[in-house]
């Protein structure tokens, strides 16, 4: 009987909502909550992300602190032709804390293409062939 109280009070942490999100979480939400002045964009929007992958290990004597990637709204706009940034969202993944992913969402208004005329007329001009 005793064993099976204390197995019980073992098992209770685990099993209870303060523990939620602790094996698995995966969440997204906006990045910044401030849309005062976010434009109400009817046009075509585009969509870069990036992501940052994170291994933590806090149980070691030396804690091990892992991070590779970038997921900065700039590296985003220049990977994805993104000329303005209307809003971005981050999307978090997590399993018991160790590995974490975190992918940035930037939605706004793609750069303008260069135009034909010109790409023409630096090719002409004595640029690389």
């Not at 197995?7 to 698995?24: F, K, N």
């Not at 940052?52 to 070691?60: A, E, G, K």
């Amino acid at each position: 009987m005793r064993a099976r109280i204390a197995v019980a009070l073992g098992l209770a942490p685990l099993l209870s909502a303060c523990m939620v999100g602790r094996i698995y979480q995966h969440t997204h939400e906006p990045l910044d909550t401030n849309f005062s002045r976010t434009p109400v964009f009817t046009g075509k929007s585009e969509v870069g992300q990036a992501a940052v992958s994170h291994v933590h290990v806090p149980m070691t004597s030396v804690q091990i602190d892992l991070l590779w990637n970038s997921n900065a709204i700039g590296d985003v706009m220049k990977r994805h032709g993104l000329e303005e940034v209307y809003y971005a969202d981050i999307e978090t993944f997590s399993v018991l804390g160790i590995w974490n992913e975190y992918t940035v969402y930037a939605y706004g208004k793609p750069a303008a293409a260069p135009a034909a005329g010109a790409a023409a007329a630096s090719g002409a001009a004595g640029g690389a062939p």
